[in-house]
DNA sequence: AACATCGGAGAACGTTCGTTCTCTCAACTA
DNA sequence: TAGTTGAGAGAACGAACGTTCTCCGATGTT
């Protein structure tokens, strides 16, 4: 294995697969080097520490968060309608077999109280998505209020999802949502106004 | 210390503070032993490990926050003001110096995916705050959807205050409520339908 | 062929932690 | 008073884990 960025992959989606699925203390780095086939000595040289794999971790799962659901929610075109894609993209990654709630969440209970960097982390997390959540409202010409609301409605059904395993809970949040959107004024044309 | 049960509750008490305020697996028995200055020995006799200390810890828990919640609740005359009152108390809670998230969400993301028994503990409790929107929701003689919607709302408030630290995202919350209780009918007058 | 370099496998080290054991002493009983 | 019981303090034990080190073989260079 003679390429530092194949290693440094593969110890991160390892870490992906076995942080996510089992919790950060869980895991020992001894699992890392098994999953990801990459020697412990190599290991260390790639990250500082665990720590430092955790944090990078954290990091990758953000970006490839992000972009999945703005990949799906780009592909409807009305502002109206990417609101309520936001939902349908959460049921649908509360339907992978192995989902088990968000990892900012899991790692803000686990490492919260003790790590300040992981508080950080889950800080800038929500942050990004109340923020995109506040882009798709505004282009829809309503209140910045409805995206505060929007982003509970989110967040109670990811942690919803999480404990009972239910993805239909995404529907409950996509209805209240849309009531929620229906109640808040937005330009009386559904489309063009300017 | 002669008082099984004196020790017994001087240790559950530490285990709420401790357990709460950095996590289950960031407190050791010896720093339980500390904080109620209850002998490892005795310790010991009284919780046969550390998961069934766990366990205890959470059962009591979700008891004291029940009667809490209930206790405040219950206070407000109507079946509105009741509903609304669930998000006061939320601010309440949230605005506690040390409030950092429910503790069985936190436990979940912890030790969930390890101890089938803590996701379990997870689900009693929110199944419990479910059923008890559920009641209150039906006393207002309104569609039980309502009450899955709340519960969303409320959990979303509970996690985000939690990473924030801010109290004020009940308010939040209980204004998302109030507009969808108006969405959904209800009886025409505000008492007595029967 | 001799040598240097690098990486892999996993042993080793030091620490932490859950749990048990030992030692000691105080309180009670005959 | 002698002996028994039980509790407390903390040492001890065994496992797990983060991190480092050692050994060894493969590769590439001259």
């Keep these: ?4 960025e194949a290693a440094r992959e ?3 989606d390892a870490a992906q697969e076995l942080f996510y699925s089992r919790g950060i203390q869980a ?7 098994n999953a990801s086939g990459v020697s412990l000595k190599r290991l260390y040289q790639l990250f500082p520490s665990k720590e430092a794999l ?6 990758q799962r953000d970006s490839r968060w992000q972009r999945a659901l703005a990949d799906y929610v780009e592909a409807q075109p009305t502002p109206e309608e990417r609101i309520a894609a936001v939902f349908d993209w959460l ?5 992978e077999p192995d989902y088990r709630g968000c990892a900012f969440i899991n ?13 950080e ?4 997390h929500k942050r990004a998505f109340h923020d995109y959540l506040a882009r798709l409202v505004k282009a829809s010409g309503r209140p910045a209020k409805l995206a505060d609301q929007l982003a509970l409605l ?3 059904a990811i942690t919803t999802a999480a404990i009972f395993g239910t993805p239909e809970i995404a529907h409950q949040a996509r209805d209240a949502a849309c009531l929620l959107m229906h109640t808040h004024p937005g330009p009386d044309l559904p489309q063009l106004r300017r």
Aim: with cysteine.
């Design 54 to 59: 955790v944090l990078e971790f954290l990091q």
């Design 154 to 156: 989110a967040e109670g």
């Design 107 to 119: 790692s803000f209970g686990e490492l919260g109280a003790v790590s300040p960097e992981v508080a």
């Design 10 to 12: 593969r110890v991160l």
């Design 91 to 95: 049921h649908k990654w509360f339907c």
């Design 1 to 4: 294995m003679v390429d530092r």
């Design 27 to 33: 895991v020992g780095m001894d699992a890392v080097r």
């Design 121 to 124: 982390q889950a800080q800038q």
